[in-house]
């Protein structure tokens, strides 16, 4: 069976996908990765074979822009009217990306002549190229604990977006409404309530970050409590340079704690780490370092609420505060919260005294340590990448009955 993966140039949408392709290579199948230039270095690294396709789109200009910053609410809107117009701004970026890499896709795809096509959710080139090749697809979730279908114009209702609609239109063919299958990296107990049914295979999350080499001082015993403090590697670009500041302030805050704190720095240009300005002798800073390696010797990490650094946090069992300011992260946080994992703290409400309450909790309350083991040994139970391969193999094997 030969299998195309595909997502747009983004590691934090990539990296979930891994262990799955790696699986379906290991169960004897054929794999092929295919994106936009720009991620082709990442997914070589990974060892999987890629597929160049399309061009990338300037998504530096959106940035620039402020076009991800949630604006305040006016007197007559609710913070769902505030999340809406950051999420509508998203969809127009995705339909950006599909008209940049589908033509291309399709065309390898008739080339290669694969089975099935498994494609990031927000990655729409992947059920263009389904549609109009009548191959069947299915999109690999990334453990975001909501569902946010940025296809559909209000994320829980039925109506899709014109602009969705109008990428399969043009191509002469029926928009696909829903795949045949949505692979899903998060635990049940993280996952938002009341959201809709999809049909669902639950899969482990397993953390896959990328190569590095792990530094020798990672395996030995810290004498404090050992905090990590990482802020991604987006919110430098939706938010502005001005954000490293508060991150500093943020790290000082942990800092003044009895603890070791680990800065992750290799998401920042080196010319923009002066912002950080003097940093407290028990701060150590780090370049790139594959987070799952940093993590688990942490007994707790403060993050912007990203979905990728938090279920590699939550699969290793380490208690987590999550300081959000965009949707993604807000509805991430929550959940944490809810299962007893993690603390949150709203962004714009920063201050010193907030940040190094939350993080002392994390570290002297058992409830938390209690919290992330039990939401650990929840990931555990979910059947990993290689049980997911027969489901795989039935949706190619119905599709082909089908025809």
């Known amino acids: 069976m030969r299998i195309l993966f595909t997502t747009y140039a983004a590691r ?82 995705q339909f950006s990306v599909c008209e940049h890499m589908a033509d291309d896709l399709v065309d390898y795809c008739r080339q290669w002549r694969p089975d099935l096509i498994v494609h990031d959710p927000v990655t729409f080139a992947g059920p263009v190229a389904g549609q109009v090749l009548g191959i069947p697809t ?9 569902l946010l279908r940025l296809d559909i114009k209000d994320w ?20 696909l409404l829903h795949p045949e299958a949505w692979i899903d990296p998060c635990p049940p107990g993280l996952r938002w309530p009341g959201q809709r049914e999809i049909d669902r295979v639950q899969m482990r999350y397993i953390p896959y970050n990328g190569p590095g080499a792990e530094p020798s001082w990672l395996s030995r015993r810290p004498s404090r409590p050992r905090v990590l403090v990482t802020w991604g590697t987006s919110q430098q670009k939706k938010l502005g340079v001005g954000i490293i500041e508060l991150f500093a302030e943020i790290t000082r805050s942990a800092a003044s704690l009895d603890a070791e704190v680990v800065l992750t720095v ?57 300081i959000t300011k965009i949707p993604e992260g807000r509805f991430n946080v929550e959940r944490l919260v809810a299962v007893g994992a993690g603390r949150h703290l709203p962004q714009d409400e920063v201050d010193t005294a907030g940040v190094r309450s939350h993080v002392s909790a994390l570290l002297e309350d058992a409830s938390y340590r209690d919290g992330a083991a039990a939401l650990r040994q929840e990931i555990e139970e979910q059947p990993g990448p290689a049980a997911v391969v027969p489901a795989l193999e039935r949706i190619v094997a119905e599709a082909g009955a089908a025809r």
């Not at 829980?156 to 002469?172: A, I």
């Not at 800073?285 to 390696?293: C, E, F, H, K, S």
């Open 138 to 146: 299915v999109s690999h979730l990334y453990g975001l604990a909501r």
């Open 266 to 322: 290799g998401a920042m240009e080196p010319e923009h780490r002066a912002h950080l300005g003097d940093l407290p002798d028990n701060v150590r800073t780090v370049d790139w370092i594959p987070l799952g390696a940093l993590v688990q010797s942490c007994q707790a990490i403060v993050h912007t609420g990203g979905t990728g650094v938090m279920m590699t946090a939550a699969a290793y069992g380490v208690p987590q505060l999550g």
């Open 12 to 93: 934090p949408h990539f990296y979930p996908m891994v262990p799955l392709a790696w699986a379906c290579l290991n169960a004897g199948h054929e794999v092929r990765f295919a994106s936009t230039p720009e991620l082709m270095d990442t997914v070589h690294a990974s060892g999987l074979p890629g597929v160049s396709v399309g061009a990338d789109i300037d998504a530096d200009s959106w940035y620039r822009r402020g076009t991800f910053v949630p604006k305040p609410a006016a007197d007559d809107e609710s913070e769902v009217d505030v999340w809406m117009r950051v999420t509508d701004q998203l969809a127009e970026k």
């Open 156 to 175: 829980v209702g039925t109506e899709h977006r014109p602009g969705y609609l109008d990428l399969f239109t043009r191509r002469g063919v029926e928009p």
